[in-house]
């Protein structure tokens, strides 16, 4: 005689046929151990939640779906291309300077400083997805800057004043916005593999970031330095430091030491960070401020969302390639350990960052959310810090991002290119828009690196929790 099967059993069962995945993930709480009919408050946990954000992992099939749309996108909007300026005819042969030539417009410049991070969303994406085209993307147009730079270096050498090139900003730069993230995408890629032909390109903009960007005597990378007519400039005062320039050149010192094997480079990136970390890093409050100005008494201590995604990004972006035998390697993971449990304090219950992290009177900003999605699933898989406590928060604030990409495949709530102030009106009244470029490079990594720690731990619901369930077998 078969023995009935107990009737919480015979529900569990039906659950589990008609809702598989869930069942896969999800955990009860503990069966009652009192007897006979259930209080009515007893299952009162287990109601749905109206969620504002998707409260689930993502499948990688999904997350790529939304890269896909972002990809379409920007591949449609920013031609590799050069055209004559006058009558917009395109220019076959590369080789030849053509005084008129342009890059065919589209909604992005190539050659910006956050197109360098662009490259490297779509080398990453590429590489957790395994779709060629978004690592076509990066090296057809570092081809083409390769060969532009190639044909135009000597006419922009020649004279540097009144030349013109397609790309003079990047062969003539002024600034680490006109080469420290190209650069750190170019070495990136190198490392990678790319069969893109880098040495003219890496000589400009190495050098630059490495010789000739201004610095303060401790060696910090600053802005604000002389004019070169006998005054200083204003940026926005002599000898400011932005967090944002941990990752305009940082990265790329570190990858210099990778890929010429001088260990200077990497003294030189574990220097910026301590000193940048030292001046404008809260410890209390685990978050940096934006700008700081040396010789001052007090600073401006706003807490700069986009800001602190560079100096958090740079941190993570140092670590892949410094030796763990360097004896500042340690120092740089403490601080990237310091600053992710600080971000972590602040996420929203919707999965954002706010605008001003500290101030929840500004609104909740996109390329931010999107960097530290990337840097803390990029530490969790890499074992800086743990998957049970940081995982969990960064499908969450992928979620958010990915909330903010139309199907169109354009990005809401990117806050637009921003300059240091010393009052939070600047910066909580800051616009957003679908054409500010910051947050495209950042939604490719962020949704590239969520693939890669969703493929690595499993993530699911635990008596309702959002929770970490182990590692993949």
């Not at 015979?10 to 995945?21: C, D, N, R, T, Y």
């Not at 009162?44 to 998707?54: E, Q, S």
């Not at 499993?458 to 929770?467: C, E, V, W």
Request: positive net charge; glycine residues 8%.
């Amino acid at each position: 005689m078969t023995t009935p099967m107990p009737r919480r059993a015979l529900i569990g069962l039906l659950v589990a046929s008609l809702f598989p995945a869930m069942s896969a993930i999800a955990q009860d709480a503990p069966a009652a151990q009192e007897k006979g009919p259930a209080a009515a408050d007893a299952m009162l946990h287990a109601l749905d939640v109206k969620y504002p954000t998707r409260y689930q992992p993502m499948e990688a099939n999904e997350v790529k779906a939304v890269l896909d749309r972002v990809f379409a996108y920007l591949d449609r909007t920013t031609p590799a291309e050069l055209i004559h300026k006058g009558d917009n005819s395109p220019i076959t042969d590369l080789s030849k300077a053509e005084p008129d030539a342009v890059l065919k417009p589209g909604d992005f410049r190539l050659t910006s400083y956050e197109w360098g991070v662009t490259y490297l969303g779509m080398l990453a994406a590429g590489q957790a997805t395994g779709d060629q085209r978004y690592t076509d993307y990066t090296q057809k147009r570092h081809a083409l800057l390769s060969q532009l730079t190639r044909t135009y270096l000597p006419v922009v050498q020649a004279d540097r004043a009144n030349s013109h090139a397609p790309i003079k900003s990047f062969l003539n730069p002024h600034a680490l916005d006109d080469a420290g993230a190209l650069c750190h995408s170019f070495l990136k890629a190198q490392v990678g593999g790319s069969k893109v032909d880098y040495s003219q390109m890496v000589g400009i903009c190495g050098d630059f970031v490495t010789k000739h960007e201004y610095r303060l005597k401790d060696g910090i990378l600053a802005r604000g330095g002389p004019d070169g007519k006998g005054g200083r400039k204003m940026r926005p005062l002599p000898d400011t430091i932005w967090l944002d320039d941990m990752f305009m050149g940082v990265p790329t010192m570190a990858y210099l030491g990778k890929v010429t094997g001088n260990r200077k480079h990497y003294d030189d990136a574990v220097n910026q960070v301590l000193q940048f970390s030292k001046r404008m890093f809260n410890p209390k409050l685990g978050i940096y401020m934006h700008g700081y100005v040396e010789g001052m008494r007090d600073h401006p201590e706003l807490r700069w969302a986009r800001a602190n995604g560079w100096a958090v990004m740079a941190m993570v972006e140092v670590l892949e390639v410094l030796p763990k035998d360097h004896k500042g390697y340690n120092q740089v993971l403490a601080q990237l350990r310091a600053h992710i449990k600080g971000l972590a304090g602040y996420q929203t219950k919707e999965g954002f960052w706010h605008q001003l992290i500290d101030r929840n009177d500004t609104y909740q900003e996109t390329s931010a959310t999107a960097i530290y999605t990337y840097a803390i699933a990029r530490a969790v898989n890499r074992g800086y810090v743990d998957a049970q406590m940081y995982g969990p928060m960064a499908n969450l604030a992928w979620n958010a991002v990915a909330s903010k990409v139309t199907s169109a495949g354009q990005i809401e709530g990117i806050c637009v290119g921003t300059g240091m102030a010393f009052d939070p009106a600047f910066y909580a009244y800051r616009p957003t828009s679908v054409k500010a470029a910051h947050g495209y490079g950042p939604t490719l990594l962020a949704g590239a690196e969520i693939i890669e720690m969703n493929k690595k731990y499993k993530f699911g619901l635990n008596d309702s929790g959002l929770m970490f369930q182990g590692a993949r077998q």
